[in-house]
T-cell receptor, first 114, second 112 residues
Framework: EAQVTQNPRYLITVTGKKLTVTCSQN?????MSWYRQDPGLGLRQIYY???????DKGDVPEGYKVSRKEKRNFPLILESPSPNQTSLYFC?????????????FGDGTRLSIL | QKEVEQDPGPLSVPEGAIVSLNCTYS??????FMWYRQYSRKGPELLMY????GNKEDGRFTAQVDKSSKYISLFIRDSQPSDSATYLC????????????FGTGTRLQVTL
């Protein structure tokens, strides 16, 4: 089954404790991205990657890091999480970098930073 | 002002009703318009996709784009309780790095 898989689905942690949210897709997609979803603000892009070893900032990259060492994986790293990073996070992928291709989303990771 | 505006709802309708969901936008460069459906505790899933102006129909769903008014709509005919979800409009423009710009979503509840 074609899918985007995120782990963990839920995480409660404390300020300053480094964490990584993994994202993996099995569709051989070139383009992957991370979004956060907040009430009243909708989905906002954090980082995106057009291919292996190619990443770039989205609209809200502060406090986040990403890497793309393999085509299928695109982890999101919070080096020193803070409470304002409490949010619902989604990883997405699409087949190519062409903007007219639909994006496929994972089921989300709910992060709570205390 | 946000680039994409969407009424957050909630919108509650009886089963069988026709539902109209709308978004307005300010960036005239947008060319591709999408509607995503998001069930509780799930990721958004693509429902409809249109390019430029016009209508597109898929079963009970019709997507409409009016670029002159910078206005897009999603119509749901014969709404069902299973249509209860949050509907997100999204749009983008040509360019390899172009990203999706989302509306904030409209929560729809279809009651029996």
């Amino acid at each position: 089954e074609a899918q985007v898989t995120q782990n963990p689905r839920y995480l409660i942690t404390v300020t300053g404790k480094k964490l990584t949210v993994t994202c993996s897709q099995n569709m051989n997609h070139e383009y992957m991205s991370w979004y956060r979803q907040d009430p009243g603000l909708g989905l906002r892009q954090i980082y995106y990657s057009m291919n292996v070893e190619v990443t770039d900032k989205g609209d809200v990259p502060e406090g986040y890091k990403v890497s793309r060492k393999e085509k299928r994986n695109f982890p999101l790293i919070l080096e020193s999480p803070s409470p304002n990073q409490t949010s619902l996070y989604f990883c997405a992928s699409r087949i190519s970098t062409g903007s007219n291709q639909p994006q496929h989303f994972g089921d989300g990771t709910r992060l709570s930073i205390l | 002002q946000k680039e994409v505006e969407q009424d957050p709802g909630p919108l509650s309708v009886p089963e069988g009703a026709i539902v109209s969901l709308n978004c307005t936008y300010s960036n005239s460069a947008f060319q591709y318009f999408m509607w995503y459906r998001q069930y509780s505790r799930k990721g958004p899933e693509l429902l409809m996709y249109t390019y430029s102006s016009g209508n597109k129909e898929d079963g009970r769903f019709t997507a409409q784009v009016d670029k002159s008014s910078k206005y897009i709509s999603l119509f749901i005919r014969d709404s069902q309780p299973s249509d209860s979800a949050t509907y997100l409009c999204a749009m983008t423009y040509t360019g390899t790095a172009s990203k999706l710009t989302f509306g904030t979503g409209t929560r729809l509840q279809v009651t029996l």
